[in-house]
Nanobody, 121 residues
Framework: QVRLVESGGGLVQPGGSLRLSCAAS????????MGWYRQAPGNQRELVAR???????NYADSVKGRFTISRDNAKNTMFLQMNSLKPEDTAVYYC???????????????WGQGTQVTVSS
């Protein structure tokens, strides 16, 4: 069974930073674009950042300029550097491999447990 393991979440004050990590199998990392999603209470899960196999990135407007997605294919790990955090960034963050369906990126695998990010003073 393919597993996605997210880590690095926590409690941080507004304006602070966190770095999230996502570990998956070599087979997954070597063949897929990857993305970070988040889900706040009462909201739908949303894709906030994605990265292709060759390193091209794309961000949701809500995080553009504050978050940076990266991947280390040699270590089968993906990262999300989150700076200038805001209370509205509070959510459970998930990673997933991505597939394209009717022009949209969609999650490909079963979800991992996620990692909680809480931004509060």
């Amino acid at each position: 069974q393919v597993r996605l393991v997210e880590s690095g979440g926590g409690l941080v004050q507004p304006g602070g930073s966190l770095r999230l990590s996502c570990a998956a199998s070599a087979r997954i990392f070597s063949t897929n674009a990857m993305g970070w999603y988040r889900q706040a209470p009462g909201n739908q899960r949303e894709l906030v950042a994605r990265i292709t196999l060759d390193g091209r990135t794309n961000y949701a407007d809500s995080v553009k300029g504050r978050f940076t997605i990266s991947r280390d294919n040699a270590k089968n790990t993906m990262f999300l550097q989150m700076n200038s955090l805001k209370p509205e960034d509070t959510a459970v963050y998930y990673c997933n491999a991505l597939t394209i369906f009717t022009g949209d990126y969609r999650p490909k695998l079963a979800w991992g447990q996620g990692t909680q990010v809480t931004v509060s003073s």
